[in-house]
């Protein structure tokens, strides 16, 4: 090819990637997806539209939108972003994860088991087993790792099973695929939470799964000044369903709220790059670090299930957990000490942050579930920002002074 062939060819290749919404690769999508569409005054940005409603020209015509309960153009443009990052038919934004979490509840009836890992995030388990238990749905928490355990506690009322992966705060990862074949035999629904890796680095809808949530608190939004949730469907069916509960229940998300989203979301790609890269350097310098324990992320080559992280997952994500070695060091004296490192709970924003599952974000579990899914007291949970690692580092070799 001529020099000149060839730039006519990249053109044409650029072209399709522009117009061609199935081919564009992810940072593209990201960047464009449901982002373009004031007809009005051609902004480049999504406009946002604070408006409890909208006005019909004559009863039967509007322009798509009613009330904002049930649709608004600015979250509809965030819908459509999430839906073509995950791979979705279409995605419902909501209030907060925990809203979307609950939604997605209410496609089952009293009477129903759910099937869920016994780590997953402290705010689920709280729904499903103290909130929804009291509602008439019934749960078996077991260590979805097993898939043998799975499909023993299958029951003729099995209706959903919940997956995590990796999990929170142990990092453990689920074999989703392995999951699905088991629930697709039953005619089981199968669920994953996608907050800890994003779409960009795993993709449950393409191994099978059928509904996807986030909370796009974390590392969808990325910036720390917002809550909300997501549910991502895989089908025409699941998608109407949805998004009729998410109306009937009132849990979507705000206009401003989804407008502040669809700004974070745009950066997505880089900032897991170096979410990544920083976690995997900070989770390197603690597992040589002798005051500080174990340490679990799934990049390091002492993560016992690397053929399954290999296979499933495209990046190992920005979060870690380590065991403080509380002979050497306090607790309280290792998070006094942090200056780049904020104790706090949440995570997937830019800023580095640390907490104690067992006091903060799982306390909720009690000691006795806590015990079960093997959280420690010693263990700090890190999320690791994208600062540059070597003040990330600086700062937890002074703070880990003995
Ligand atoms: C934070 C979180 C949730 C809950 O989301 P909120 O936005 O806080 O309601 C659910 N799942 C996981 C994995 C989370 O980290």
Same mark, same amino acid.
């Given at each position: 090819?001529?020099?000149?062939?060839?730039?006519?060819?990249?053109?044409?290749?650029?072209?399709?990637?522009?117009?061609?919404?199935?081919?564009?690769?992810?940072?593209?999508?990201?960047?464009?997806?449901?982002?373009?569409?004031?007809?009005?005054?051609?902004?480049?940005?999504?406009?946002?539209?604070?408006?409890?409603?909208?006005?019909?020209?004559?009863?039967?015509?509007?322009?798509?939108?009613?009330?904002?309960?049930?649709?608004?153009?600015?979250?509809?443009?965030?819908?459509?972003?999430?839906?073509?990052?995950?791979?979705?038919?279409?995605?419902?934004?909501?209030?907060?994860?925990?809203?979307?979490?609950?939604?997605?509840?209410?496609?089952?009836?009293?009477?129903?088991?759910?099937?869920?890992?016994?780590?997953?995030?402290?705010?689920?388990?709280?729904?499903?087993?103290?909130?929804?238990?009291?509602?008439?749905?019934?749960?078996?928490?077991?260590?979805?790792?097993?898939?043998?355990?799975?499909?023993?506690?299958?029951?003729?009322?099995?209706?959903?099973?919940?997956?995590?992966?990796?999990?929170?705060?142990?990092?453990?990862?689920?074999?989703?695929?392995?999951?699905?074949?088991?629930?697709?035999?039953?005619?089981? $629904? =199968?669920?994953?939470? %996608? +907050?800890?890796?994003?779409?960009?680095?795993?993709?449950?809808? /393409?191994?099978? *799964?059928?509904?996807?949530?986030?909370?796009?608190?974390?590392?969808?939004?990325?910036?720390?000044?917002?809550?909300?949730?997501?549910?991502?469907?895989?089908?025409?069916?699941?998608?109407?369903?949805?998004?009729?509960?998410?109306?009937?229940?009132?849990?979507?998300?705000?206009?401003?709220?989804?407008?502040?989203?669809?700004?974070?979301?745009?950066?997505?790609?880089?900032?897991?790059?170096?979410?990544?890269?920083?976690?995997?350097?900070?989770?390197?310098?603690?597992?040589?670090?002798?005051?500080?324990?174990?340490?679990?992320?799934?990049?390091?080559?002492?993560?016992?299930?690397?053929?399954?992280?290999?296979?499933?997952?495209?990046?190992?994500?920005?979060? $870690? =957990?380590?065991?403080? %070695? +509380?002979?050497?060091?306090?607790?309280?004296?290792?998070?006094? /000490?942090?200056? *780049?490192?904020?104790?706090?709970?949440?995570?997937?924003?830019?800023?580095?942050?640390?907490?104690?599952?067992?006091?903060?974000?799982?306390?909720?579990?009690?000691?006795?579930?806590?015990?079960?899914?093997?959280?420690?007291?010693?263990?700090?949970?890190?999320?690791?920002?994208?600062?540059?690692?070597?003040?990330?580092?600086?700062?937890?070799?002074?703070?880990?002074?003995?």
């Amino acid at each position: 090819m001529t020099p000149n062939m060839l730039c006519k060819h990249k053109l044409a290749q650029k072209l399709q990637i522009l117009y061609d919404g199935s081919i564009m690769k992810v940072r593209t999508k990201s960047v464009h997806t449901g982002v373009k569409i004031d007809k009005t005054f051609n902004s480049v940005i999504t406009p946002l539209y604070p408006t409890s409603t909208f006005f019909f020209d004559k009863i039967g015509k509007n322009k798509g939108f009613d009330y904002t309960r049930s649709g608004n153009p600015t979250r509809a443009a965030l819908e459509k972003n999430i839906a073509a990052q995950e791979g979705g038919v279409d995605c419902s934004v909501t209030a907060t994860g925990m809203s979307a979490i609950t939604a997605v509840m209410f496609f089952l009836k009293p009477g129903d088991h759910v099937i869920a890992s016994n780590d997953i995030y402290g705010g689920t388990y709280r729904l499903f087993d103290d909130v929804l238990k009291s509602r008439g749905l019934t749960f078996s928490f077991v260590d979805m790792r097993n898939l043998e355990r799975v499909k023993r506690s299958i029951t003729s009322k099995t209706k959903m099973i919940w997956i995590e992966t990796p999990s929170n705060p142990l990092l453990n990862i689920v074999d989703i695929k392995g999951i699905v074949a088991i629930a697709k035999k039953k005619k089981i $629904l =199968t669920v994953a939470d %996608n +907050t800890f890796l994003s779409p960009y680095f795993q993709k449950p809808l /393409k191994l099978g *799964v059928d509904i996807v949530v986030h909370s796009t608190t974390k590392y969808i939004n990325g910036h720390s000044d917002v809550v909300g949730g997501a549910i991502v469907y895989s089908t025409k069916a699941l998608q109407e369903r949805g998004r009729y509960l998410v109306n009937a229940l009132g849990v979507s998300g705000s206009p401003f709220d989804a407008w502040l989203v669809l700004r974070g979301v745009k950066t997505l790609a880089p900032r897991m790059e170096i979410h990544q890269s920083n976690a995997l350097l900070v989770a390197q310098y603690l597992e040589g670090h002798p005051n500080a324990k174990k340490v679990y992320y799934p990049g390091l080559a002492s993560h016992p299930q690397q053929d399954l992280i290999r296979k499933q997952m495209t990046g190992f994500g920005g979060m $870690l =957990t380590f065991e403080l %070695n +509380t002979k050497k060091v306090s607790l309280d004296g290792f998070l006094k /000490k942090m200056k *780049v490192f904020t104790l706090a709970e949440s995570l997937g924003g830019v800023e580095s942050l640390v907490e104690i599952p067992w006091y903060m974000s799982h306390a909720s579990m009690g000691a006795a579930g806590l015990k079960a899914s093997g959280i420690t007291r010693e263990m700090v949970r890190v999320s690791v920002g994208i600062e540059d690692a070597e003040d990330l580092i600086a700062d937890l070799g002074q703070a880990l002074k003995a």
